[in-house]
């Protein structure tokens, strides 16, 4: 949770009290607060002129005969000290404006006449701008339940804690939180490499058919062997790779486009996300699923990992490789790469340019001549194009199944 930043701004009724009940309650301890609760609300902010709906909570309780002023005394959950609002005149409610609405918040109160304190009420606690609601009739104290902000779905239990990074079951289902301690939805591996199905709702799935396809057991454990073209591990984690690339801002003005191949014939796919930013400009990265986790492919250049190639335009099922293809100012480039684990191996290099007008061939680094050249490159041309998918939130949801 965010640490709460609070601006105070003290609103209320004041209270017509005589001499002599200001006289009658001095000299002893005052009564108890009664009544005390809150509620949240959308309150309003003034920036240069410019009204601005914010979250407020609001405060009530029942006024204390004799009481000069209420002291309101709060603390961030985030530490242990506790400050106060001291109001300055009889009230019967104060709002704080500009509440975070994520924040986790304490509150108590008492009342307070020159020397004299009531005892303090009792702390009410206030999760992610909620904890507390009137009812039809009477203020009710939510004691545990759901809760949302913009973050996602939480669940508060009854001591005030909740769950994080752990199964909870609630009202006969089973929720998994994440570290942050939010709902957590779609497919979910424990730390045994189990995967199960979480819906919309939250809750675990078992004994049945997930919605893309998949056998869930009696426990929720997905029943491995029941994949369609891929692993499910692979349909999950792919899944997650692209909608991060979505994200990225370095991916932004360029045109994105995916594949999945099984590239090394083992049943299993691998991810290529191709990303073109001109014609002279574009790279792929290849994606493969090990033990049930994705791992960039890689060709090991002396120690050196590397990970982005040429983009790749085909693939060579006899020799099960792909082919990658750069086109750089009279410059091009032809690579056949196989795949091993997670490691990418140079199968063939060929390559042309031009140096005074005049072409040079090339075999890995070593020259050749035009006929060898164009022999080596027929071998090329039998590559079977790369089905790419533009990237998209519909197109990862359609094709990574």
Known sequence: ?????????????????????LITGYGKELPSIQGFYGTVHEGAHDTDGTYMPIPALTLRWNPVSGAEKYEVWCRDMSDDTWSDWYLNQVVQSTTAEEWIIDGYLQVKIRAAAQNDNSNFSETITFLGGVGIAEGPTSPTVITSGWLQDHNGWWYKRIDGSYPVNQWEQINGG????????????????????????LNDSGQMLTSCTTPDGFTLDSN???ISGQSKNTSISSSIVYREILKEVLKDI????????FSLL?????????????????????????????????EKCYIDSNGTKIEFLNSASGYLPSQKAVVTYSNWSSQEYNKMIQLNGNKLTILDSISYSYENAEPNYYHFSSKISEEDYDKRSKTYLEAQAIDYYSLTESNINNFVH
Do not use: C, P
């Open 1 to 21: 949770m965010k640490k709460l930043l609070k601006k105070i701004t003290i609103i209320g009724m004041v209270l017509s009290l005589s001499i002599s009940s």
């Open 174 to 197: 089973w929720y998994h939180f994440n570290e942050t301690g939010y709902m957590q939805t779609g497919w979910f591996q424990d730390k045994d490499g189990k995967y199960y199905f």
């Open 220 to 222: 929720g454990v997905w």
């Open 250 to 257: 370095n991916y932004k003005n360029r045109d994105n486009n």
């Open 262 to 294: 099984d590239i090394n014939n083992d049943g299993i796919k691998e991810l290529i996300i191709d990303s073109i930013n001109s014609a002279s400009d574009s790279n792929s990265i290849i994606y493969t699923t090990i033990n049930n986790k994705a």
